[in-house]
Nanobody
Framework: QVQLVESGGGLVQPGGSLRLSCAAS????????MHWYRQAPGKQRELVARIIDGGSPYYADSVQGRFTISRDNTKNTLYLQMNNVKPEDTAIYFC???????????????WGQGTQVTVSS
């Protein structure tokens, strides 16, 4: 099993910054894709950013130029630097990873419990 623990959420004013973290632990052989999703009240969960080991990051149009996704493979940790946040960024942010848990060539998708980000003055 793999556990993902997000942290760093909270209340921030419009135009401010926040940094989310997602630490993965457990039976990890290798981590492939790491993703940030968010879900606002009454809306579907949407992909915010994605980073694949050795690949270029992907960003949703709504956060392009404001958010930066990164990962530290030595710590199995995913980050999301959120700058110039807007009220419409208010949501629960979830991390999601594709993990190979042993030498067998199978990958499994795991989700964190989510962290609330509220952008308000």
């Amino acid at each position: 099993q793999v556990q993902l623990v997000e942290s760093g959420g909270g209340l921030v004013q419009p135009g401010g910054s926040l940094r989310l973290s997602c630490a993965a632990s457990g039976s990890i052989f290798r981590i492939y894709g790491m993703h940030w999703y968010r879900q606002a009240p009454g809306k579907q969960r949407e992909l915010v950013a994605r980073i694949i080991d050795g690949g270029s990051p992907y960003y949703a149009d709504s956060v392009q130029g404001r958010f930066t996704i990164s990962r530290d493979n030595t710590k199995n940790t995913l980050y999301l630097q959120m700058n110039n946040v807007k009220p419409e960024d208010t949501a629960i942010y979830f991390c999601n990873t594709d993990v190979q848990t042993s030498a067998l060539p199978y990958r499994y998708s795991y989700w964190g419990q989510g962290t609330q980000v509220t952008v308000s003055s």
